[in-house]
């Protein structure tokens, strides 16, 4: 095999919930007085909870139109994040093209998967719940000292599996993501923002020589 696991991010890479997310986040934006525009989608996107709650109150202070304390508070915005990204998500997600396919196909040829979210721990079991795959171990944001970018979590998932990190492949689709695997010494490959995975259905056939 060219590889011994596969190591998957979760939003927009298998669960397209890319626009909830931003949904969830204009929301929050919008009762601290700010409009998110395109600038703000690299600091939002692929992003855990708490970057993004600090980009939205920088965001607040920098147009000076932070509303009341119990607003602008780091704390609170990570919850208000977590609780409207949590609402969308309950009521369904939608599959990225050729993901359930992918992880039907590494499940019949016994490749070991994890899975490594920059969403909380609250968030990755919602969309487990939806999710019928058998991943040998699950990371979420805050389960490590530092989340992505870093590679942290990418480096606790390969821990668990007990592998080496250049027999690693990752699938990623955000900039802080593919920095966070590559940091962990993973071979990345890189989907769009609004992928289809249908192209990987091979990945776990062994290389021809």
Sequence with gaps: MPFDAVLFDMDGTLVDTEGLWWEAASSVARDLGVRLTGDDADSVHGRTVADTAAHLLSRAASASRAQDDHV?????????????????????????????????????????????????????????????????????????PRGKPYPDPYLEAISRLGVEPARC?????????????????????????????????????????
């Design 169 to 209: 492949v990752a699938i990623e689709d955000s900039p802080t993501g593919i920095a966070a695997a590559r940091a962990a010494g993973c071979r990345v490959l890189t989907v769009p923002r609004m992928p289809t995975l249908a192209q990987l259905h091979s990945l776990d056939r062994p290389a021809r020589s």
């Design 72 to 144: 602008a508070d780091m704390a609170v915005v990570s919850e208000r994040l977590t609780e409207e990204f949590a609402a969308r998500i309950a009521a369904g997600v939608r599959f990225v093209d050729g993901a359930l396919g992918l992880l039907g196909e590494l499940a019949a040829g016994e490749v070991p998967t994890a899975l490594v979210s920059a969403s909380p721990r609250r968030i990755v079991d919602l969309v487990l719940k939806q999710l019928p795959h058998p991943f040998r171990t699950v990371v979420a944001d805050g389960e490590t």
